[in-house]
């Protein structure tokens, strides 16, 4: 099985049964390891400034340099139903990517689009090994 | 985008009033209990914010603001990123615009990254190895201090670089906390003295909250911006 870099589609309901604590826990763990995950339903803002804190914490400078992450911008809808506004429901967050900032690069960003690139030959930086691309297991049929 | 207003743009002061989009809106929907109970007391200083990505001028516009109305400045400046490590606090900054005034402390955060990584120093600005690592970690450090202030500020400014995507997870995640949190946000377009930048472009983005385009470093259109401040913040 060839080497490469495995992206993994989580389902909202796979969110959904998380903690904060334990998304947070579970997508930096992924990213660490050299995983793109791509997010049905994005993390809440406070969650995603969460998140930044822990990986700014996580940053070791010569294995793991950050993450990339990119979404898209859900503002509070002012033309929402009335009730919406009053109980404060918002529409829940939508699609996201995350991964190594080392490995994927974003290329293209606007309200709608986002267009990203998979480094895959550069798993070394000044000579350090930052990543080493897991074997892909084979799955059961 | 629409293309007229691209084309139509002028380095003109835009009046606030226009690029205001929430003024149809209802009171109770553009007012939280927070700044409710603030102007109830009126609590003497209010705690501003500024916040941004990497290089987007946000300490040279706390040194602008300082200057204007303190006579002092804030912090350093420098075209390398993450130049301010340290969230940095000028205290007592009266600022007034006709008969309305606004007493606060303004609070000039580091940039807010998702990654930091030391060999851009040395790569693109030449810095040596030992520099460059110390100053990722005080970036890395800076970074998590300026999340944690979000939990104690009553509005924000929050700076981009008029020359940049303003659609960056930073700016979002940004907006996002304080939309949760109804806090008054009031974009500042900076650097619109760069030869060819529009403004337009974040209006666009973010067409909900009110954009003042700035120069920082000129102190063009810095008259609106102290009028939208006295107006949003107090």
New interface residues.
């Given amino acids: 099985m060839a080497d490469g870099i495995r992206i993994n589609l989580i389902s909202r309901e796979r969110m959904d049964g998380m903690s904060p604590d334990e998304k947070i826990h579970f997508i930096l763990s992924e990213v660490m390891g050299g995983k793109v995950l791509v997010l049905e339903e994005g993390l809440s803002p406070v969650e995603e400034a969460e998140l930044m804190q822990r990986t700014m914490a996580s940053i070791d400078h010569d294995t793991f340099i950050g993450i990339e992450i990119q979404g898209y911008y859900n503002p509070n809808d002012l033309r929402a139903p009335f009730l919406r506004r009053v109980f404060q429901r918002r529409t829940p967050p939508r699609m996201t990517v995350i991964g190594p900032a080392a490995h994927l690069k974003t290329i293209y960003k606007d309200g709608e689009v986002i267009q990203a690139l998979i480094l895959t030959d550069k798993p070394y930086i000044e000579g350090k090994e930052i990543w080493k691309p897991p074997a892909v297991q084979p799955t059961k049929a | 985008m629409h293309r007229a207003e691209v084309v139509g743009y002028t380095p003109e002061p835009v009046a606030v009033r226009d690029l205001d989009e929430?003024e149809g809106?209802p009171f109770f929907?553009r007012i939280s209990v927070r700044s409710w109970l603030r102007r109830l007391f009126r609590r003497k200083n209010i705690k501003i914010g500024i916040y941004g990505p990497p290089n987007a001028g946000k300490t040279t516009l706390a040194n602008r603001i300082a200057m204007d109305w303190a006579g002092e400045v804030v912090g350093s400046v420098s075209d390398i990123p993450h130049e301010t490590r340290k969230t940095k606090v000028k205290r007592n900054i009266s600022i007034r615009y006709g008969k309305r005034s606004l007493s606060m402390d303004i609070i000039d955060t580091p940039g807010?990254?998702?990654?930091?990584?030391?060999?851009e120093f040395v790569d693109t600005y030449g810095m040596s190895e030992e520099e460059s690592?110390q100053r990722?970690?005080e970036a890395?450090?800076g970074?998590?201090e300026a999340?944690?202030w979000?939990d104690q500020i009553d509005g924000i400014l929050l700076a981009m670089d008029v020359s940049e995507?303003p659609?960056?997870?930073?700016n979002?995640?940004?907006?996002?906390?304080l939309?949760?949190r109804k806090l008054p946000i009031l974009i500042i377009a900076n650097k619109v003295d760069k030869p060819g930048t529009d403004p337009a472009v974040i209006k666009n983005?973010?067409p909900?909250h009110t954009t003042v385009p700035v120069s920082a470093l000129t102190g063009y259109n810095m008259e609106r911006l102290y009028e939208s401040m006295v107006r949003h913040f107090r």
């Fill in positions: 929430r809106t929907s807010v990254a998702t990654k930091i990584d030391f060999h690592r990722a970690r890395t450090e970074v998590i999340i944690k979000l995507d659609f960056t997870q930073v979002i995640t940004i907006l996002g906390n939309e949760a983005a973010f909900q």
